[in-house]
């Protein structure tokens, strides 16, 4: 992780400017943190002292099971905030979140800030409505699997994932965040390979065809 100093600093605050989300001088508090892909954000079960605003980049939310199973529970994009649950409740131990991709993000030490941001009616609106839209999102991702066959999700979750052209995530984190079998799973894994969406090299598969993708993706969004 880097944080960055000085004129790199001011640079990415000045273009990246979020001080109309608040009431107070924000930018007196904020830091600027960059995450390389697999760095952790936060490590699960630990609370974090920031409360992060991405301005950049994309994140996966992991939640260890007390039978000692990891699942993947939803992704983290540019302008999702990060850390809110810990800045409105006092206990709260945050479950773990890996960056994707490089992620920059502002981050507000909470130790610090606490008060004007829980004092700030206008922030407090933006973190409603941003709240709100996270439960519908939830709530829609859990509808996808009932009306959606698997193509459809599958394009949207490596577009979701995908590094520079490149998709690597474990079949078996797929098929828990997905609810489908391992087979069903490389089925149409093969299937995306044949039709030239994909191309498998290694471990590994790059994406060859991006419209095909977006298109199947598409039809999530315009159910």
Not at 25 to 43: K, L, T
Not at 61 to 85: P, R, W
Not at 95 to 107: D, E, H
Not at 165 to 177: A, F, L, M, R, S
Request: aromatic share 14%.
């Amino acid at each position: 992780m880097e944080i960055y100093k000085g004129e790199k600093k001011r640079l990415q605050m000045e273009k990246n400017s979020i001080a109309h989300l608040f009431s107070f001088p924000v930018e007196e508090f904020m830091e600027v943190h960059e995450y390389q892909r697999d760095e952790w954000i936060i490590q699960e079960g630990t609370r974090t002292n920031f409360l992060f605003y991405v301005i950049e980049g994309k994140a996966k939310i992991y939640v260890t099971h007390q039978n000692g199973k990891v699942s993947l529970i939803n992704f983290i994009n540019a302008n999702d905030y990060i850390g809110e649950m810990e800045l409105l409740n006092e206990v709260y131990y945050t479950k773990g979140i890996q960056a994707l991709t490089k992620t920059i993000c502002f981050a507000l030490p909470i130790h610090r800030c606490r008060t004007q941001l829980m004092e700030d009616a206008k922030f407090l609106r933006e973190l409603t409505k941003f709240l709100s839209i996270k439960a519908t999102l939830m709530a829609a991702k859990y509808s996808q699997s009932l009306a959606f066959p698997l193509e459809n999700r599958l394009a949207d979750f490596i577009l979701q994932t995908a590094d520079e052209g490149i998709y690597k995530e474990k079949h078996v984190t797929v098929c828990d965040y997905l609810g489908v079998s391992y087979r069903h799973l490389l089925h149409v894994l093969t299937q995306f390979c044949d039709k030239g969406y994909l191309q498998k090299a290694g471990r590994y598969y790059h994406i060859k065809q991006y419209h095909s993708l977006y298109d199947l993706a598409e039809m999530l969004k315009n159910r």
